[in-house]
């Protein structure tokens, strides 16, 4: 089973729409979070859920609308989509003996 | 911006040891030494943590200096398929929102 579960993989959409990435899982944590790579690599923290509450919002836009209805479960809405939102979203969640975050497959996004 | 600096790559040849420094000269004394490894296009994928002793588990090891100002990850017999980008990270085990900040990594390159 996996343990953290994103869909779609690759998602190719038109700039100005809307757009909603799912992520699950499998583990028990209490704590889920979303990061955005870029195209040049670099690794960064969007938001991050406790028990379905928001704990981190690191300056993202208003376009980004993280929900969690419950806490196996942290989606990502993103509306009127930009060229520059194009990159690859992984989900994570946090927790087990070594305190650490446990990554999804990632979606690419691709914004025409 | 990440706290820890590593060389942008490095090269090894298959069934040798692989060694990957990470300087973090500004941690505190309450911040961990996170290693994680991103194969390409798969997520970052966590390898091992410590404090301040010397750590070791089934993927590799962990040397951390005595000053903690620097620590050196150790694969024992690198293969092709540990061909990935290494990020060396510095966090507070027990806080709240448990965020990973990833700095550019080293890109390890194992040759046949």
């Known amino acids: 089973d996996t343990a953290v579960s994103q869909t779609p993989k690759y998602l190719v959409t038109q700039m100005g729409n809307d757009k909603s990435i799912k992520c699950e899982q499998n583990?028990?944590?209490?704590?889920m979070y979303w990061y955005k790579q870029d195209s040049k690599k670099f690794l960064k923290i969007m938001f991050s859920?406790?028990?379905?509450?928001?704990?981190i919002n690191e300056t993202v836009p208003n376009r980004f609308s993280p929900k969690s209805p419950d806490k196996a479960h942290l989606n990502l809405h993103i509306n009127s989509l930009e060229l520059g939102d194009s990159a690859v979203y992984f989900c994570?969640?946090?927790?087990?003996?070594?305190?650490?975050?446990?990554f999804g497959p990632g979606t690419r996004l691709t914004v025409l | 911006d990440a706290k820890t600096t590593q060389p942008p790559s490095m090269d090894c040849a298959e069934g040798r040891a692989a060694n990957l420094p990470c300087n973090h000269s500004?941690?505190?004394?309450?911040?961990?030494v996170y290693w994680y490894r991103q194969i390409h296009s798969q997520g970052p994928q966590y390898i091992i943590h410590?404090?301040?002793n010397n750590e070791t588990n089934e993927m590799a090891s962990l040397i951390i200096t005595e000053d903690r100002k620097s620590s050196t990850l150790i694969l024992p017999h690198a293969t092709l398929r540990d061909t990935a980008v290494y990020y060396c990270?510095?966090?507070?085990?027990?806080?709240?929102?448990?965020?990973?900040?990833f700095g550019q990594g080293t890109t390890l390159q194992v040759k046949p």
């Open positions: 994570a969640s946090r927790g087990g003996s070594t305190d650490t975050q446990y």
């Open positions: 583990l028990g944590h209490d704590t």
């Open positions: 859920y406790n028990n379905k509450e928001l704990i």
């Open positions: 500004t941690i505190s004394g309450n911040e961990y």
């Open positions: 410590g404090l301040k």
């Open positions: 990270i510095v966090r507070v085990s027990s806080s709240n929102t448990g965020k990973l900040i």
